[in-house]
């Protein structure tokens, strides 16, 4: 990150924005606070696993299939765990990439 400069909002105590850093391309890269990044995160897994869990008992009996709701559990709990993992591995790479 070459530069930084503050929030152009006069909020800045509202605001999960600590600072704004241009990187090497000139773009604006904006950083949240831990609070907002948990939040955030949780929602999304939240979210997920009920589309999920949803798609798996009401969608697959679409294509012939027809799940129990505990066999709908135990295929979104795959499908979730599968995905952090994929999460996760993808933004380390992204870092890497990014400033490595």
């Known amino acids: ?3 930084t400069e503050p929030p152009h909002s006069t ?3 509202d605001s999960p924005v600590r600072y704004r850093a241009t990187d090497k ?3 604006y890269a904006v950083n949240q606070s831990r609070r ?3 939040i955030e995160a949780k929602t999304n897994a ?3 696993l009920l589309v999920s869990f949803l798609f798996t008992l009401y969608g697959l009996p679409l294509f012939g299939l027809e799940p129990t709701p505990v066999a709908s559990l135990g295929v979104t709990a795959c499908y979730f765990f599968l995905s952090m993992g994929r999460s996760y591995v ?6 890497r990439f990014l400033h490595g």
Request: aromatic share 10%; net charge positive; proline share 0%.
């Open 11 to 13: 909020h800045q105590q």
């Open 90 to 95: 993808l933004r380390r790479v992204f870092v």
């Open 36 to 38: 907002m990044s948990f």
């Open 25 to 27: 391309d000139g773009g």
């Open 46 to 48: 939240v979210l997920g």
């Open 1 to 3: 990150m070459a530069q």
